[in-house]
């Protein structure tokens, strides 16, 4: 019994749970290790009475959809509805529209047993003081940023647990109470924390004493949360220090990474610095997120070093920041300028990210009308998002001074075929500015300009369609054949996309996707074969799909009529 | 227990009419009650608080759910709701006892097919302890318990009534690809919606037993209804109401009539 057995079932019964997270306490009021006295706690941190003996633990509150034969499980069957708002990726751009979860309980009077530990001692009647929920709120203050998890699955006659369902984890945003005896509760994915955090840290410390631009030992008034040795920033001065001794960062040289040495006052802040050399994108990525309060366990590092190796490996960075900014803000950059695709996958309760090229046909699944369902099917092409010129303006002059194409010493420029008045004619520029590249990066910029402009030749299109669910398949990247998208000849013809939203538009029931495609729709790709490939006229289909052939003639066509390749 | 006359519904001359009743009093809300045994988690409170919660014994075997009324009352239903009785083979029998020691059999052991709900009738009778006897081979589970005066309606069901036990129970989302093949179905168990109405009842009959009712259905409190408790008594409605409750009404002179909503659950 599995979530897709069960969803293949005609007259399945969807069921939908939700549990949250939320932090209590282990010991037992008054009783030793807690010294609290007097009237009893809740055990929820909110109303402690005795902190320093607090004992962290979880208490799950699971809620589930109200209806009828409810499984004889702990659950708060309070569920009124619930939508999931599918984040929206946006590859080689940013971290996109967030995941999110909306879900609308009951609230009502309650007993609080299973909820207060103390209820039989309590000198009141619970069910005349407060509800469900303005008592849960009241007692646990601090919810926001705690795990969410949402269950859609199937009710069984058997059941027991929760195993033949999908698990869905978010992060409480915010619950508020309504006025008809309800509560929303908003729950996020984890990208919200990096829209919070910044990176690197605010400067913990300033100067005790002045530093003169001659000086090379800078007193701090509290040195204890800085590195041993690395970078600082006074002013506008980028310095360097080889060590610390108490209070005092030594070995300091000013006026490193192009800013200019100069003197500073008692009281100047000493903001750290963080610095990359040859560093790979997915490591300066992880050292953000994780910066930002995101648990590592929420990062497949491994199945990010895969892609690194086949994808990535032109993208070591070289950089220094030097001023706090939002870590999203950071890797929205890092998304852009080294073509990643990365997204909240809320299924696999991990961090998700893949290089953005064009979809490989022999890996991707084809999606036919025979599972869209009817009338669902749209495409708009978006012809404002093409591109013909691609510009990366890097290496910056001074890492203290702003990013802007005046403080930058090199330009790699890239421009595509579409600028033939046969074509388009017209020119679509993109300019962007790095600074996490520099002088040794030209591969890099080389790189993104070539995919972005790859991805962009023609008109991208943006692609709606729904499915049952039955009919989900899992990945991102799929080709999609419709009689919509047709040969010049009138044939219909596969294209290939990229998925930048999913959503069960009805829970467990009908999927709803958005897709982009993915790579000029006309244009043939493939990779460099083996040495013991044969001539394309007597390889088999699956690898004329998956390998790159020269043709011997003047025209880029082989002898069967079909385009010529482009090498990935 | 005597059959009414019941005009308005008839089914055919081997059914005669049928007896609407309704079994909302439950003697476990105000009296004291004690169970064989409960584990911490699920405790007999659970029995009658009217949420989605349910008491457990530690052990399986006989297990009773025993009230003290104090002083005899009178009793002439018992009920459950959202139990698993049916799958650890499980039966419920009413039983009374003027002293707490000797108990006898107010009704037969029920066994109850599925996870339907469950409403017994009994003669009348009045004692100070009541309880349900519970046997089951494996854990028995029950999130709604009630036992006491049955509500019966003494006029029939206006023409137009729909029996929820016998209507569609489930809404459904049918998804077509585009040659109009079905490529999945999903079924939604909501509960049912019924409307319970009746005319010619007197003011007094309305003072007495309908009022106290509406009372009831306003705090929220749910009621086990059977549309025809002495022709198919296992056609039980576990119901509550969804909104306010309407107020009965002169229809004609002298007469009032009531006319109610419910959402109702049968599984």
Redesign the interface.
Known sequence: MTFDTE?AK?????FYVVKIYLTSCDNTFSVSPCNATGEPCFNAFGNCRDVVNFAETTKIYTFSSS????P?M????FIIDMGIIAGKRDPGKSLGKRDSAQILLRD?P??D??IDPYVSQRSYDPMDQGTFWTKLLARNKYYTGKKCEVYVGYLTDDMSDLSNFEKYTYFIDRIDCNNDNTVTLTVIDIFKLSDRATYPAEAYSELAAPLLASGNTAALVDASSYPSSGHVRFNNDICSYSSKSGNDLTGIVHGQYGSEAADHATGDSAQQCHVGVNEDCIDTIKTILEACDIDSSYIPYADWQTEFSAWLGDYTLNYLLSKPEKGSKLINEIIEQCMLNMWWDAKDSEIKLDAFIPVLPTSAVTIT???????SFDYKDRPDDKLSQYAMVYDLRDYSDKVEFENCTSLYFSLSDNSDPLKDGEIRPKQVISRWFDETNEAAARTTANRALNQKLENPKLIKFK?????EQPGTDFLLQNPKFVDDFGATKTIPVTIISAKQE?L???MSYEAISTGAVAQRYGVIAPNTMGLYTVESDANRQKYVFISQNSEPFFADGTEAYKIL | MGIVANPFVYSGVDEGRHLPVFGYKNLFEDNTVTVTSAESAYPKENLWDGFNDWWQPTSNGTNYITVDCGSATAADYAGIYFHNLASVSGSIQVQSSPDNIVWADESDAYIPSGTEPVLISFGRDSFRYWRLKIISTGVAKIGYATIGERLELTSGLLPGFEVPNLGAKLRMVINSNYSDITTGVSTYAEGIEFTIASELYSLAWIRANWTPFIRHLELGKPALFAWSANNYASDVVYCKVSEKPNNSRFDRPAFLSINQKFKGYIE
Not at chain 1, 370 to 375: A, H
């Open positions: 969803k005609i007259g399945r019964e969807p209806r009828e034969k409810l004889m702990d659950f708060y069957p009502m309650h007993h047993r299973g009308q025979d599972v869209m369902l009817k009338d499915m049952d669910i039955r009919h009805v467990g029931t009908t």
